[in-house]
């Protein structure tokens, strides 16, 4: 009988025991079912794993603060992640660097307020990264920060030259010049009386890096005056000795001046008649012919010349005639025959007959 009472008490006892738990559990779990973006601070972030009572202290909840500072600070009464000692000394709110409530990684200051030109107000060291001691002497040590660098990061960074007048020497010297540094300034290789060293760097650079680089040849002067022995600039080679026509300039078989190749080689024997004193370049243009009246300005005017049949088997697509054709004799111009154009009126003028 004592034995069966013990067991019934003991029933009892857990019964008493798990209503308790679930009279307890019930707020926590109705807690968690509340709707908190209806209060104006969803929580998103860290702040939704967060217990209640972490930021409800003592079941208070009229005049939790909202702001980052009410919590995340020294001495406050929701006890949270204060600002480091090595943070940048500032009373701006921190959202205003920190956009993520799950991490403080990620922060970046808002440039919107500051002021060109004013950098150094806030980055010398104490309330932002100041300037490092590579940036001890010459531009970098006198000029703004946004000179060179841009508001999300220091890097890359390249000098911003607008509204720069002055030529590229006055900053850009010689070795031995402290406006620049040494991998800023002209190399050993770059000395008169090459070009490269007498001309001023836009000459071949731009203004965001020293590479690609080419001469932009917008000096209008005539190619052997730079290229005739190698001295100011790259020479011609021993072979073109031996060129149709040469000595002559290198625009002549050249077509471009930002490669030496491709270019047109020597005259093939079988090349059509041209006037005397007719440059390559005047009917070869970028690897192309003219065509129509444009290259028929530069040849023979005699239209026998070429289109006689049995005359030469010149290059191109030529189209020849026999002598007999329509009374046609050796050394008559068909074009001012007045069956052809321009004087007659079949074909179009120096690109088909009919």
């Not at 009892?12 to 209503?19: E, H, K, N, S």
């Amino acid at each position: 009988m004592q034995k069966t009472g013990r067991i019934i008490a003991g029933l009892f006892a857990l019964v008493l025991a798990l209503a308790s738990a679930h009279a307890t559990a019930a707020p926590a779990e109705a807690g968690r079912g509340f709707n908190h973006a209806a209060t104006g601070f969803p929580l998103t972030g860290g702040h939704a794993a967060a217990a209640c009572e972490t930021c409800h202290v003592g079941g208070l909840f009229k005049g939790t603060p909202r702001n980052c500072d009410g919590c995340h600070a020294m001495g406050k009464r929701v006890i949270a992640t204060p600002k480091p000692n090595s943070h940048i000394v500032t009373d701006a709110p921190c959202e205003s660097c920190h956009f993520y409530s799950h991490s403080w990684l990620g922060a970046r200051f808002n440039h919107g307020s500051a002021v060109p030109g004013q950098c150094r107000n806030c980055h010398f060291g104490r309330l932002a990264e100041g300037k490092p001691a590579s940036h001890a002497t010459g531009n970098k040590s006198t000029q703004s920060c946004d000179n060179c660098h841009r508001t999300f990061a220091w890097l890359p960074a390249s000098w911003n030259h607008n509204g720069v007048s002055a030529v590229c020497s006055s900053c850009h010297g010689f070795p031995g010049d402290a406006q620049v540094t040494t991998p800023n300034r002209k190399p050993a290789s770059h000395v008169a009386p090459q070009i490269k060293g007498t001309v001023e760097c836009d000459s071949c650079h731009n203004y965001v890096a020293w590479f690609p680089n080419r001469f932009k040849h917008n000096t209008g002067g005539l190619c052997s005056s730079c290229h005739l022995n190698g001295a100011l600039a790259q020479g011609q080679p021993s072979g073109h000795s031996g060129f149709n026509g040469w000595p002559m300039e290198c625009d002549e078989c050249h077509t471009t001046t930002t490669a030496w190749l491709p270019a047109l080689g020597a005259l093939p024997s079988n090349h059509i008649p041209f006037n005397a004193g007719t440059k390559c370049s005047s009917c070869h243009v970028g690897g192309t012919v003219r065509t129509g009246a444009t290259l028929h300005g530069f040849v023979s005017p005699v239209c026998t010349t070429c289109h006689l049949k049995g005359a030469s088997n010149f290059l191109g697509n030529i189209e020849q005639k026999s002598i007999g054709h329509e009374g046609m004799k050796s050394g008559d111009d068909c074009s001012q025959s007045g069956c052809h154009r321009p004087a007659g009126n079949r074909g179009s003028s120096f690109i088909n007959w009919d």
